[in-house]
């Protein structure tokens, strides 16, 4: 697969697993073991379900997956990380949401939410 940059993200409604593939380099590709993201998804209908205009914000966001689960769910997502290359794969992932390189304990912006 060398030459190719993307990611792929399978969601498994069965059990809200996630399985990424991402090449961050374009040389080789990494998999990410499934990790479950049930209580996450449950808690973005909980919150949904009690208001609108909803805003997420994730420290340390890496590639961005629970910044598009978010998005689904018709959030205003926003992301710092201090990698770029992760920045850039969240940004292929999630293209709606903003998203800043940034470290967590210099960041400035957390007055906006």
Known sequence: MSGRKGIVVAVHPEDHSVDIVMADDGSDFYTYTPWPVTDFVRALEDVAG???????????????????????????????????????AAKMLCPEATIEIADARGYGGYGRY
Do not use: M, N
């Not at 420290?59 to 926003?78: E, R």
């Open 50 to 88: 009690r208001t609108t205009g909803c805003r997420y914000l994730e420290v340390g966001c890496g590639i961005g997956t629970k910044l598009g689960i978010a998005s689904l769910f018709g959030w205003d997502v926003h992301g710092i990380e201090v990698r770029p290359q992760y920045v850039a």
